[in-house]
Each structure stands twice: as structure tokens, then as C-alpha cells.
């Protein structure tokens, strides 16, 4: 079942950087894992002349890290990190972006050591509670990963909301945690309705129960937007089927030919494959 549209995971703009391997269908998070920390507590702000010189020359590495690490970079991103953690070994965030380069590696004990060290170092960092909650959803040990997305969301100057909950989701989702997943997403939604990812996922949910009027609001956002590929596409036939409208279908088809004639979508629709 499809989850993560395969154009969003692949274009810059919404791609979650969940980069080791998905199981087959998944079209994750986030959907949103992150390197940088939320808004912090005016207290806790940190000007130039208030950071140590230990601290300026680590966090000069781990910006080199990051940028290594977005583009795509990651043994020169890993080099960077553990260089940053050379300077200044108490450094918490760059503990947490070496988790996210071990988890993009597929080295899950060595991210979940990342994440661990991350929040021991700072107990109110969300972003790497947050990473560490889905490192644990990949390892299908969905009641922790639910306790650090919640963990995440409790702290109140956490600037990820919607993000975490889409993730959180998500992985409820893979629980098989369905009434919880909508609700969950349906929140995540309200904060940011503009997230396409949030916005299939709770069509499709809304679609596999029959509740058809509904999915359709959600899909038909998307296949309005530019964010439309064959998957939502091929949502959106599903839906519009369902509702009786097939004016609405028939254009979604015609968009599917012409856009994507050599996609499985289209394969399923000209074998009449609705239920697959």
C-alpha cells in the first residue's frame, strides 16, 4: 500500500531525508527529519560573544556537515560530523546529525547511539527526539517511537509540530494503528494543510473505510496542486469512482495517460484494477 508519493520522495521540495531503506510502497517523513534545533527559550539564546571558541569551531564543522549532508554528500558529511565532535565532544546536535548519516547508511545501532548521546547531552532537544522516534519506527518497535514522538510534542518550544505528528502518523500507520494514525494526521493537518504528504495519507485512510466524500476534499487538493504524480492520481480515480463522479474521474485518467503512460497507475486503471 502507498504511502509516500515516489516524485515527492525524490524532488527537493517535500522529500524527508528518511534515507535508508523503505519497505516497499512506504512514502515516508515526513516527511521531515532534521538537523536543526526548534526555537530556543530566550534564556538559552546564544549571541556571538556568549559562545565559547570550542564551541564557535564545532558548530562552523557541523554547518559543513549539514550542507555535505542535504546535498547528498554523506561520508564527506560523517567526516565533517566526527571533526565536530573532535572540537568539542559535548557538542549535542552534532551527535544527532550523525545519527541521521548512520541511519541514512543503514548503521542502525550506530544512529541509535547518535540519538542517545544527542538527548542525554540535552534532555529538551525534540528534533533528535523526534529523529530517534522514527530510527525506531524503521525497526518496527512502534510503542517507543510513539513515547519519543510524544516526547517531541510535549516540549513546549518545539517549532516542529506538524512534522512530528505527520511522522508520528505515519509510523502509526505501519502499526497498523489506523483509528490512531487519522487522528494523528488529521492534527498535523490542521497545522499544516498544505503538507501533501499529510494530506494522502489521510485521503487514502479516509478511502479504505468507505469514507469516499471525505478522501475526496483531501486528494482532490493535491491533484490540484503541483504536487500531483501517478500515485495521487490513481487515489483520486479510486475516489472519484467511488463518489459517482466520473466526469471528475475520466479527467484524472487523461492526466495519467498523458503525464505518466508508463506507470503502474496507468497499468492497474487499463486492467480495471481498482482494488489491487
Known sequence: MVWFPRC?????????????????GVFLAGCAVTTQQGPAPQSQIVTPSDEPDVRRRARIRLELASSYFDHGQTSVALDEVKQSLAIDPS?????????????????????EEGFKRAIALNASD????????????????????????????????????????????????????????????????ELDAGNPITGYNLALLLFERQENARAQFYIRRINNSEYANAETLWLGVKVERSVGDRVAMQQLVDQLRKRFPDSKELASFDRGAFDE
Do not use: I
Open 8 to 24: 515527492w520522495e525524490c524532488s527537493g521540495k517535500w522529500a524527508l531525508l528518511f534515507l535508508s531503506a523503505l519497505p516497499c
Open 91 to 111: 557538542y549535542g546536535e552534532a551527535y544527532n546529525l550523525r545519527g541521521l548519516v548512520y541511519m541514512r547508511l543503514g548503521d542502525f545501532p550506530s544512529a
Open 126 to 189: 525534540a528534533d533528535a527526539e523526534h529523529n530517534y522516534g522514527w530510527l525506531l519506527c524503521e525497526q518496527k518497535r512502534y510503542s517507543e517511537a510513539d513515547q519519543f514522538f510524544q516526547r517531541a510534542l510535549s516540549n513546549p518550544t518545539y517549532g516542529s509540530r506538524p512534522k512530528t505528528l505527520m511522522t508520528q502518523g505515519l509510523c502509526q500507520m505501519r502499526a497498523g494503528l489506523r483509528a490512531e494514525a487519522e487522528r494523528t494526521l488529521s492534527k498535523a493537518y
